[in-house]
Nanobody, 123 residues
Framework: VQLVESGGGLVQAGGSLRLSCVAS????????MGWYRQAPGKQRELVAT????????NYADFVKGRFTISRDNAGNTMYLKMDSLAPEDTAVYFC?????????????????WGQGTQVTVSS
């Protein structure tokens, strides 16, 4: 399963960006998709997650009310709409997918990460 992120860039404080993450591959099923971020010198942290089935969402406190996670109907593309961006949101944003994949005989769990996309917010 491969993940490709896009949508990062440079934006002024108060601006908006929308990140996308597309999952591709064969014989896989997604359970949960999520966005994480890592700022320089800091640990990677959870931003938001969404389940493929019910679309149930979970957000870190620092993005509640500003960021919105969503997915398309097929469930293989995930978005992160980021509004009211602040300089402290500057980080590399990674998408992550957890699910199951088949080798033709059995389904086994997997987790995979995208390569990351840089988001820079200027003051």
């Amino acid at each position: 399963v491969q993940l490709v992120e896009s949508g990062g860039g440079l934006v002024q404080a108060g601006g908006s960006l929308r990140l996308s993450c597309v999952a591709s591959g064969s014989a896989f099923s997604i359970d949960t998709m999520g966005w994480y971020r890592q700022a320089p010198g800091k640990q990677r942290e959870l931003v938001a997650t969404i389940t493929r089935g019910t679309g149930s969402t979970n957000y870190a406190d620092f993005v509640k009310g500003r960021f919105t996670i969503s997915r398309d109907n097929a469930g293989n593309t995930m978005y992160l709409k980021m509004d009211s961006l602040a300089p402290e949101d500057t980080a590399v944003y990674f998408c992550s997918v957890q699910g199951r994949k088949s080798n033709g005989l059995r389904w086994t769990p997997f987790e995979t990460w995208g390569q990351g996309t840089q988001v820079t917010v200027s003051s």
